[in-house]
């Protein structure tokens, strides 16, 4: 993460002067300001990185009072660090757990649907779709369709037609 970091920084520094020195060339006064304060800014956080990394550097060797030939010699003598994923490796000769979660969980998934399944199928019988028929069909589509002809819809009564605003709206439109 520190490497990303310090890359990052440099980066900024880089292109910021890139895009200065680009800007200056076009006489691009207000943009070279700003680019060379970008520029600026990190310079100053670079450089400050680094000063605040030579103290952290200073003040643990001045801390530990150890003998390096000891810190060397304990270094070396460290045991590896374990390697959390080693059931992942294929050198292993152990059962993996991976796939033992995997088939654990497929196992209970098909259980759980076969369940759903047999629920299902015992509660659908022809009676009771007869009777959810009957439930739905006063919000049912029409039989002749939802499609009316014009005579059927001239001799329908208009709620609201006797209304002297509507008749009004009406001969706007063009009908008298």
Known sequence: MKTVTWLAGIGTMLAGG????????????????????????????????????????LEYDRRSGVDPTIKAILRETRPPAPSRFAWM???????????????GGGVLI????WVVDRVASKTSSPIGEERLARQLEPISYPSGGLLLDDV?????EVPGANDDQIRQ????????
């Open 18 to 57: 890139a895009y200065m020195i680009v800007s200056l060339n076009r006489w691009e006064w207000n943009r070279a300001l700003f680019f060379g304060l970008i520029v600026l800014i990190a310079e100053v956080g670079l450089s400050t990185g680094l000063v605040l990394r030579r103290l952290a550097r």
């Open 169 to 176: 709206l009406l001969r706007r439109g063009g009908r008298h």
């Open 89 to 103: 490796s294929e050198q292993s000769r152990d059962l993996n757990v991976f796939i033992t979660f995997l088939v």
């Open 152 to 156: 059927t819809v001239l001799a329908q």
């Open 110 to 113: 098909s259980g759980v649907a």
